[in-house]
């Protein structure tokens, strides 16, 4: 290793995406592990639209480990960054920067500092699942720079200890967590059903529903749903056990209507054990509540599934359509029921790809005032308009994977000082 007085800093920069499952994981086993009681599904989501971005660094230069999230020094002290520091430090290897002319030997991992910087490109607290994102690129990101070797499903094991989550998001397209049976987590992690190219038509939109109310963590949560509620051992022994099983197999058939309806029915039954918990947790709200009806209506007056909603422990609502045709039929829905504030911009109310808009015929603020109510309602008493529930829209579709960023500028860190740029 270069002499210990000197300069040198190296670095590596990833960017990981957030995923939703839809077999939802609820409820641990071992909580300090976090093994989960059930194995889990999730599709993947295009890190344009939702993922972390992270840069590691390491010099000799550094006195402790430090990270900034989102430009804000936070404390690296917690449980969860320090077994994720531990776990990747152990498998470090030698490193070797020609350009820089530095060799960092296996050895030295154990006395040499870290520091890190990580942004959101989405609203770190609107329960979006940014820890999942987060989590998965801070191993991703520091096993790249330690010159790990294991495989992607072990590294998921790793980032299954920061956040449980985290571990789907070390692949693209459509993952599965494998809840596993040894007792130290060696085999709960995630498995890749299919790459993000296996079903390329599904588009996803996401309503950001505004939240007044602090929720209950997903911790709390699934620890009281475990301790109190009968119902989450059916649903864990008997009902998801199945439902995995059609679920892979919808998933390689890209069987949408069987899809839709599995997705729909687990996110019920995920709010259903909430509901038996003691004292009962309420995730979603009224708006969450109208969206699921505004879509069963739809569906059921088309006679087969149009689109799936599927909602975690909050109220927004994550819709999935088979293809562009319906995901447009549906943002045209949306848009009529729940339109924007006064004020607000259709850039700034319907981000992401924004292209699904020119498909609704909505191309500006006028065109949502004039929407008229869909087909399936018009018999109905007066429509209601709920103006402002919806925060705004994020419509993307299944993505890749962790990747590394080659590009320099997109490094979060100085590459002289090792400080947040
Ligand atoms: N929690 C939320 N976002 C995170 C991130 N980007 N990195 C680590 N932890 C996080």
């Not at 990580?118 to 330690?146: D, W």
């Not at 596993?180 to 950001?208: F, K, M, P, R």
């Not at 569906?299 to 045709?325: C, M």
Request: proline fraction near 5%.
């Amino acid at each position: 290793m270069a002499e210990e007085g000197s300069k040198w800093v190296v670095m590596v920069t990833g960017r990981s995406p957030t995923n939703i499952a839809v077999i939802k994981y609820w409820g641990k086993r071992d909580e300090g592990l976090i093994l989960p009681i059930n194995d889990s599904i999730s599709l993947t989501l295009d890190p344009l639209h939702l993922s972390a971005t992270t840069t590691v660094a390491v010099s000799p230069s550094f006195s402790r480990d430090r990270m900034w999230l989102n430009g804000k020094e936070i404390p690296l002290s917690g449980e969860r960054y320090q077994k994720c520091l531990r776990e990747i430090r152990k498998r470090a290897n030698e490193v070797s920067d020609e350009k820089q002319g530095i060799k960092i030997k296996k050895e030295d991992w154990e006395r040499l500092h870290v520091h890190i910087s990580s942004y959101n490109n989405f609203p770190t607290a609107a329960g979006l699942a940014s820890s999942a994102a987060g989590f998965a690129c801070l191993v991703f990101t520091l096993a790249k720079l330690m010159n790990v070797k294991e495989d992607l499903g072990e590294i998921s094991s790793i980032a299954r200890q920061g956040s449980g989550s985290a571990c789907r998001s070390l692949y693209g397209g459509f993952v599965k967590w494998a809840m596993g049976n040894n007792a130290d987590g060696s085999d709960s992690l995630a498995i890749q059903l299919a790459d993000e190219t296996h079903w390329t038509d599904l588009v996803i939109i996401i309503a950001v529903v505004s939240s007044k109310q602090k929720e209950t963590s997903s911790t709390s949560g699934m620890r009281e749903t475990v301790q109190t509620s009968a119902l989450i051992n059916h649903r864990a022994e008997t009902v998801v056990p199945a439902r995995v099983l059609k679920m892979e197999e919808a998933i390689q058939n890209r069987d949408f209507a069987s899809f839709a309806k599995l997705a729909c029915t687990d996110s019920n039954q995920f709010h259903a054990v909430c509901l038996d918990t003691s004292p009962p947790i309420f995730y979603m709200n009224d708006t969450s509540h109208r969206i699921i009806n505004l879509v069963e209506k739809w569906n059921h007056s088309e006679g087969t599934p149009q689109v799936a909603y599927t909602f975690d422990a909050g109220p927004n609502a994550v819709l999935i359509s088979p293809n562009r045709k319906t995901a447009a039929l549906l943002l045209q829905r949306l848009l009529f029921q729940f339109p924007p504030n006064q004020d607000t911009d259709l850039s700034s109310f319907v981000v992401g790809d924004k292209s699904i808009l020119q498909d609704a015929g909505v191309t500006s603020m006028k065109d949502i005032e004039t929407l008229e109510p869909p087909t399936e309602c018009k018999d109905k008493v007066p429509y209601q308009r709920f103006t402002g529930d919806v925060s705004y829209f994020i419509c993307t579709r299944v993505g890749s994977g962790p990747k590394v960023l080659t590009d320099e500028t997109l490094a979060l860190l100085d590459p002289i000082t090792g400080l947040p740029k």
